[in-house]
């Protein structure tokens, strides 16, 4: 718990990260609180209102069709933090539990899984998402189930790398010679030990996921209009950049600091975490 | 004396690039309810025995042997499942350095009450009061407090004093000590001693205490085998280590500094290839 403490003192003295914290948690308390921070219905048409610029009655102004872009934004926090809570739910058990077991069983098995993952490594992320979208159908949860597909692999490596200095420490020859099973020392020793570079890592690649759910919403695959995805909104606002700048500008915001927020997060982790700058 | 452990003829072998490295070579003995030790100069095969008697040689090695058996089974035909069952529950090992044979991110307590839990069908509550117990009797004063430190909190001779007490929990018949006090100062050294001591004549195991320190071998070993390349060169009761016969036994016995005979220059043991043969 002493540990945990001291981490959390030094993630708080690092500014980046506090603020990259302070936007994460900004961003998971407007998503809960959406319904009551947006000032209209998100989905609320008014044509008479259409393609009015920032004021006080409407703050990031109104879309085409009149809906209340604050509104939208604000109810947009939540699809993005569906996806990135949902990637990140299925990516790091997965990752970690074929990156362990490669790297402590080695040999064959090793083999088999890491050549899996170099297959799936060797596509770039955001096509292989839109291949995977093409093939499940357009949609949101198709949209978070493409994503954890291209994701995975980096946490394969990364526990496997880690698995592999880990397996050959004292330690774990001291628990194998109490008799311990294999399953029970990838459980019990290796596991704990991955974690820390796993939560940075889930941290870090959080931006790329959030980028890639915009990407596929802006290319029309990921979540569907009317839905206020930030991505799709920002697709619907780029033929009005011209004359109603406004309209693209603060979901691209909302996806920039988000992004933002997360990588400054992880790059504080990855410090704070760090048992050697203590 | 009967023994419980019984090595014949074990040879263990190394395939690397540059050729077979044969590591041990034809190693025989017996371990009844006593204190054998092993001395020997780095990379004569000590510690590798240890680990071929538990199977836990490195990967790229080949281990053989006329025979290993403890008691009336036979370990070179035991399954994989079997020697996990034997590791820690019949043949249990204390490893050197206690700073990295304790997993640092896990209180020492539970490390020590999963050693018991591996072998065990016990509650969790049952297993840390079995902890607890079993720090007391490798003497620590305040076994609470010391449950729920980390490896990193604890100093070293506690540390090595966690390490006996997790290799003991199970209750094995034999206990294999790698140079179980190399990483300790000399004061605490003796205080560890005194536990391992304590504990291996009360319960009535056999030890083997792999060292290289030829002194303490022979003041707190019952009988010394002496290896040189993965050979055992000489065997006697560690009373008589001093008439040891064999040149190489005898020669690191010139060459150990002595405060009541004191010598100018000590002389440097002298090789000799016949040994090998």
Not at chain 1, 94 to 107: E, N, S, V
Not at chain 1, 191 to 201: E, G
Not at chain 1, 205 to 215: D, F, P, R, Y
Not at chain 2, 242 to 265: F, I, W
């Amino acid at each position: 718990m002493q540990r945990a403490w001291f981490a959390w003192l030094r993630l708080l003295r690092n500014p980046l990260a506090a603020t990259g914290l302070a936007i994460v948690v900004a961003l998971v308390a407007v998503a809960i609180f959406a319904p009551w921070i947006a000032p209209q219905d998100p989905f609320a048409q008014d044509l008479a209102q259409r393609l009015r610029p920032p004021s006080t009655a409407h703050w990031f102004g109104t879309d085409q069709v009149g809906r209340d872009l604050f509104s939208r934004v604000v109810h947009g926090s939540r699809i993005t933090l569906f996806i990135v809570a949902l990637v990140a739910v299925i990516v790091a058990p997965l990752g970690l539990a074929i990156g362990t077991i490669a790297g402590y069983a080695g040999g064959m098995v090793d083999t088999a899984l890491m050549r899996l993952t170099d297959i799936f490594l060797a596509f770039p992320g955001l096509i292989l998402a839109l291949a995977f979208v093409a093939a499940l159908g357009p949609g949101l949860v198709n949209a978070v189930i493409a994503i954890a597909l291209t994701q995975w692999p980096g946490f394969a490596r990364l526990a496997r790398a880690e698995t592999l200095v880990i397996r050959s420490s004292d330690y774990i020859a001291a628990s194998r010679i109490q008799g311990a099973s294999a399953a029970r020392i990838v459980l019990r020793h290796v596991v704990p030990m991955c974690m820390p570079s796993v939560i940075v890592r889930t941290s870090l690649s959080m931006a790329g996921v959030i980028l890639t759910a915009a990407g596929l919403g802006f290319l029309g695959l990921g979540a569907q209009p009317p839905s206020p995805e930030w991505g799709a909104m920002l697709s619907s606002g780029r033929r009005f950049l011209i004359d109603y700048w406004w309209m693209p500008t603060f979901p691209g915001l909302a996806i920039m600091s988000v992004s933002l927020a997360f990588n400054l997060l992880g790059d504080g982790l990855r410090d704070a975490l760090d048992p050697r700058s203590e | 004396m009967e023994p419980i452990l019984e090595v014949r003829d074990l040879h263990v072998r190394f395939a690397t690039p540059r050729g077979e490295v044969h590591a041990v070579r034809g190693v025989g003995f017996g371990v009844g309810r006593e204190k054998v030790g092993i001395v020997g100069e780095s990379g004569s095969g000590k510690s590798m025995t240890g680990r071929a008697i538990l199977r836990i040689t490195p990967r790229g090695c080949r281990t053989s042997a006329a025979r290993i058996a403890l008691g009336a089974e036979n370990l070179l035909a035991a399954s994989e499942r079997r020697m996990r069952e034997i590791r820690g529950r019949r043949v249990s090992m204390i490893l050197q350095d206690p700073r990295f044979s304790l997993n640092p991110v896990m209180r020492v307590g539970d490390q020590v009450a999963e050693s018991y839990l591996v072998h065990h069908r016990a509650s969790k509550r049952e297993a840390r009061e079995r902890a607890l117990d079993m720090f007391s009797q490798v003497r620590i004063r305040e076994p609470r407090r010391v449950y729920d430190l980390y490896p990193h909190e604890v100093s070293g001779g506690m540390g090595q004093r966690i390490m006996i007490a997790m290799m003991l929990i199970p209750e094995p018949a034999i206990l294999i000590a790698d140079e179980p006090t190399s990483a300790l100062d000399v004061t605490v050294r003796t205080q560890v001693l005194a536990i391992l001591d304590d504990l291996v004549t009360r319960r009535g195991l056999g030890l083997l205490f792999i060292s290289h320190d030829l002194n303490l071998v022979s003041t707190f070993c019952d009988r010394v085998l002496v290896m040189y390349a993965g050979r055992i060169v000489e065997e006697c009761l560690a009373a008589d280590l001093e008439n040891a016969r064999h040149p190489y036994t005898r020669g690191l016995l010139e060459s150990m500094p002595r405060l009541d005979a004191p010598r100018e220059r000590l002389p440097v043991l002298k090789r000799d290839p016949a040994w090998l043969e």
